[in-house]
């Protein structure tokens, strides 16, 4: 019987991980397979998979320039059942992409859960359709989700299930998904990193959530920083924390062109930049600040006062929407002060604090599994992109990189990367001012291009 779908073997691609024979496990016990690469996705795959009780749970990290050092893979998994130690060896392990079909057979995995920005999903998703047993697929976004982006449903529309975290995302995907005419079922789930945690009592630091691309201009960047130096100066008797996702060498999913640690200036003593979990920065903080990181909604889940900095306004380009009616928005006197603010209720109830009876995203992965088990789940197959091999091409570039060897991947991308981007151009320039656009400030979606991208090759 053929295991695998045949395909061209070439450069990376035709690179396969050792064959091992499929594991044994209880018939009863679910494998759920998480698959992911950034730091981000792979904090969120983990604790997604801690979230479910009585799974059999593994997860490989693909190789691609966005790739997890160890120390961000000790960091994303910290506090999971994935985090490091002799267990965690067996059943987390690194995969090149032409092997992710061949360990997914070898696992026999029920289900799995890929983790990445879209055109990562789309890739893996060509992977596991060469599987003739192919697995249930569940996809998601790694926190905060609002605007709701038409890329987000577009790479991740042939999954059988797209996770969202809140009242308020699920609506906003809702609208997208029909404004799009796309059909993708809607799982609803308690944002994984939202769990109430025990901490210290009598926290002293402010901590500040780096974002990589919020804001984005230099001149904004330095004012942050600046506000972050008063900060510090005004208590010297408390610590101003920077926490960062990745140091010198590292990457993470969005590329900073303006490091945050380069623009201080005067630097006290009490300004500190941290590299730990988040969670464990947290447990000496007396505040949170940021725009629009997820850290805020870690924050608030662990009883720690927030404020969402609106020095730079808010708005979809500053990804910090999800905030207006929080009752957490506040300026640089505010951060200076640190005057530090608890949400509005009813906010919390529609962002990220619903009644957790309300997260049945795994009772309908379970009756997927069901079907599955049936034969009778539909497939969801991902259809061959226009412009035949070139584009295939393109596309597996772009998201390897580096880690992709073949002649036809750097012929593609020298030809697809200026006519791409003209091309998101053009059709961000189309829609300027309409309704959904990234400039209408009115919802909670945009149905044009995403607004930043990223280099495909970054500096070191």
Request: aromatic share 4%; proline share 7%.
């Amino acid at each position: 019987m053929t295991l695998l779908a045949a395909r061209p073997s070439s450069g990376a691609a035709a690179r396969r991980e050792p064959a091992s024979r499929p594991a044994p496990r209880p018939a009863a016990t679910l494998r759920v397979v998480a698959i992911a690469d950034a730091d981000s996705y792979v904090k969120w795959a983990a604790t997604m998979l801690d979230s479910v009780t009585g799974i059999d749970a593994r997860m490989l990290i693909v190789r691609t320039p966005l790739t997890v050092s160890r120390a961000q893979e000790r960091a994303a998994l910290a506090g999971t059942a994935l985090a490091a130690g002799e267990p965690a060896a067996r059943a987390v392990s690194r995969v090149t992409h032409g092997g992710i079909a061949t360990r997914l057979h070898a696992l026999r995995a029920d289900v799995v859960l890929i983790g990445g920005r879209g055109p990562f999903v789309r890739l893996v998703q060509r992977e596991i359709d060469r599987l003739t047993d192919r697995p249930v697929v569940v996809t998601g976004m790694p926190g905060i989700s609002i605007p709701a982006q038409a890329g987000a449903v577009k790479y991740r529309r042939h999954s059988d299930l797209l996770v969202v975290h809140s009242l308020r995302e699920r609506r906003a995907f809702a609208e997208l998904s029909r404004r799009l005419a796309i059909d993708v079922p809607l799982g609803l789930a308690t944002l994984p990193f939202a769990r109430p945690r025990e901490r210290a009592s009598g926290g002293t630091d402010l901590v500040f959530a780096a974002q990589a691309i919020v804001p984005r201009s230099p001149d904004e960047r330095q004012r942050l920083a600046d506000v972050l130096v008063a900060a510090a100066k005004a208590h010297p008797e408390r610590r101003v924390v920077i926490k960062l996702r990745s140091r010198a060498g590292e990457n993470e999913t969005h590329y900073e062109q303006t490091p945050l640690v380069d623009l201080l200036r005067e630097r006290p003593d009490n300004l500190v930049v941290s590299y730990d979990p988040m969670t464990t920065a947290l447990q000496t903080a007396e505040g949170l600040v940021t725009i629009g990181s997820t850290a805020a909604i870690e924050a608030l889940a662990m009883g720690v006062p927030v404020i969402a900095l609106d020095e730079f306004g808010v708005r979809k380009t500053l990804l910090n929407t999800a905030f207006r009616a929080s009752g957490l928005l506040g300026g640089a006197d505010d951060v200076i002060a640190r005057r530090f603010r608890h949400p509005d209720p009813t906010w919390a109830v529609d962002n990220y604090f619903h009644d957790a009876a309300e997260s049945t995203w795994w009772t309908q992965v379970t009756e997927l599994v069901e079907q599955r088990r049936r034969g009778t789940l539909a497939p969801r197959p991902v259809p061959p992109p226009r412009g035949g091999a070139l584009h295939t091409a393109f596309e597996r570039k772009s998201v390897l990189g580096n880690e992709d060897r073949t002649l036809s991947g750097a012929l593609a991308l020298a030809v697809g990367v200026p006519l791409a981007g003209a091309i998101v151009r053009l059709r961000r320039h189309r829609h300027r001012g309409a309704a959904h656009s990234w400039t209408d400030e009115s919802g909670d979606l945009t149905v044009t291009p995403a607004l930043y991208h990223d280099p495909i090759r970054r500096p070191r």
